[in-house]
């Protein structure tokens, strides 16, 4: 039985990867929300019914129900880790993005830009 878990638990890397390195949007954050969501239900079941945790371990080849919480948890901890990772990608390309523009504009006419600035400024 244990190998239906490492199984389980290496498909749940996988696929975190693959949410690292695909494009996002409104349908991934959904996605989040709902596994946060399933997530705060089982840490509130794991307190209210720890032996229903404990079953649940020994059907999946777990020794104990906190041992599989603990993996659940890095397996969930994972998700943020790559979830963050592409949040991160995604403003290092925008940063990009908009310096390569500042330093295009800047070449054109070097007034054009104080003036763009002291507008964003409020001057």
């Known amino acids: 039985m244990m190998i239906i878990f490492q199984i389980s638990a290496a498909v749940v890397i996988l696929i975190a990867g693959y949410f690292?390195?695909?494009g996002g949007g409104a349908r991934h954050q959904a996605m989040q929300r709902i596994l946060m969501l399933l997530f705060m239900v089982a840490a509130v079941s794991s307190v209210f019914l720890?032996?229903?945790?404990?079953?649940?371990a020994n059907l999946v080849g777990v020794g104990r129900g906190a041992d599989l919480l603990l993996y659940i948890t890095v397996l969930v901890f994972l998700g943020f880790?790559?979830?963050?990772y592409r949040r991160f990608r995604r403003t290092e390309k925008d940063i990009t993005e908009l310096a390569r523009k500042v330093a295009l504009l800047s070449a054109q006419s070097p007034d054009a830009v104080h003036e763009t600035t002291a507008a964003d400024d409020g001057r």
């Open 20 to 22: 690292m390195l695909r």
């Open 50 to 56: 720890p032996g229903l945790w404990t079953y649940a």
């Open 81 to 84: 880790v790559a979830t963050s």
